[in-house]
């Protein structure tokens, strides 16, 4: 696949993991009353074992690729790593992942990598 479908793969993923996470966000908002309540949508993740295994796979996850991806933005000398990571927090890690990698093949493009 060339480059530019590769950065077409990670885009259509990133759209896909933002809408499909966040249907279940605001699905999860219209059952609480229409607010976000942090302290609930976390209990949520909790209400069993496979729930509980799942939000645990997830966070490793997340801490494992914001690690990475300051390491791989500081190799890459890649500007404004930090955005990644708020886009993890205030999106989701199906998001900011793809997009990372997204971004990450455009720049490595742009310096002919």
């Known amino acids: 696949m060339a480059k530019r479908?590769?950065?077409?793969?990670?885009?259509g993923l990133a759209l896909l993991g933002a809408g499909s996470t966040w249907y279940y966000n605001v699905?999860?908002?219209l059952a609480s009353g229409g607010g976000f309540g942090l302290a609930d949508f976390i209990k949520g993740g909790f209400a069993n074992y496979?729930?509980?295994s799942l939000s645990v796979d997830v966070f490793v996850a997340a801490v494992v690729f914001l690690v990475w991806m300051f390491?791989?933005?500081?190799?890459?000398?890649?500007?404004?790593?930090?955005i990644y990571a708020v886009l993890?927090?205030?999106i989701a890690l199906a998001f900011a992942f793809p997009f990372f990698l997204y971004m990450r093949e455009k720049h490595l493009s742009k310096t002919g990598c």
């Open 88 to 90: 993890t927090c205030g």
């Open 5 to 11: 479908g590769y950065q077409l793969t990670y885009l």
């Open 50 to 52: 496979a729930a509980a």
């Open 27 to 29: 699905r999860f908002m």
């Open 71 to 82: 390491v791989e933005t500081r190799r890459l000398g890649m500007r404004r790593w930090w």
